[in-house]
Every structure is written in structure tokens, then in C-alpha cells.
């Protein structure tokens, strides 16, 4: 077994550039994380350079997808993402950590939140437990109380 843990790609389209060297290259085969209405072809296009496991029908069930990992033995999981991955995993309560990083770069634009999803009831709390800088750049990890 390797030491590298596999890489798991949530999409909803299931339209990915399979020839990529994330692909053909991978130390550990990755898992793609997909629909049931994803065309067939590119499942099955998927499945030649990785595991796919359907875990939904039009939208990813983020809840299913992390029981699926934990079954294949994979019960720590980090999601990097956007914010609308993040508000998907903190609706479905499957964070018990956050990790931020603060940049020492000021852009305007029109960027979301951290969650990009509607409110939290209750909103969830976190402990900041570690703070390192380096650069200029501030790196706060949480966790859930």
C-alpha cells in the first residue's frame, strides 16, 4: 500500500481532461465522485483512469460520498474547495475542522464568503487551536466544538 492517500475529484459533469497527467500519472489512482446523471460515457471514460463512485443523482451527496471514503478505509478526509463545497460539507455537519489562510494581498472583486450557502442553524463553533505566519501570510487552523 502506498503512503500517498488517493485524491477524490467532485463533479458533477464528469467532464475532466482524463488525460491529464493527474490522471495517468497519479502515485495512488484517484477517485472521481459523481452523479447518476453524468452521461454514461464519461463515467465509463472516468473509470479507465480512475475509481467512480455515484454518489447522487443530479448533485453530489456530500454525506454519501465521505460514508463511500470511510468504507474504502479512507475516514480522514480534507476538502479543498471552493465555497460552495465547503457550505455543502458544513450543511451536511462533516466539519470538524477549518483551516484559513489570510493573505497579505488586498483585491476587491466579487468574491464569496468562506461558505457560499445559506445560514447555519445553529451557526457551528470552532476553537482556534493553531496560528502560524510566514511571509506576511497568517495560517489559523479550528476546530469544532
Given at each position: ?19 491529464s ?21 464519461d ?84 476553537e ?18
Amino acid at each position: 500500500m502506498t503512503s500517498v492517500p488517493p485524491i477524490v475529484v467532485v463533479t458533477r459533469a464528469c467532464r475532466l481532461d482524463w488525460n491529464s497527467p493527474f490522471f495517468t500519472d497519479a502515485e495512488q489512482r484517484p477517485i472521481v465522485m459523481t452523479v447518476a446523471c453524468a452521461a454514461l460515457d464519461d463515467r465509463t471514460r472516468a473509470a479507465v483512469v480512475a475509481d467512480v463512485i455515484v454518489a447522487g443523482d443530479s448533485s453530489v451527496d456530500l454525506a454519501h460520498a465521505v460514508r463511500e471514503l470511510g468504507a474504502r478505509g479512507n475516514d480522514n478526509v480534507l476538502a479543498e474547495g471552493g465555497p460552495g463545497i465547503a457550505a455543502q460539507l458544513a450543511e451536511a455537519d462533516l466539519l470538524d475542522e477549518l483551516c484559513l489562510t489570510i493573505s497579505p494581498l488586498l483585491a476587491g472583486g466579487d468574491a464569496k464568503r468562506i461558505l457560499d450557502g445559506g445560514p447555519l442553524q445553529p451557526p457551528a463553533r470552532f476553537e482556534l487551536c493553531h496560528v502560524l505566519t510566514d511571509d506576511g501570510f497568517l495560517f489559523l487552523r479550528y476546530f469544532r466544538l
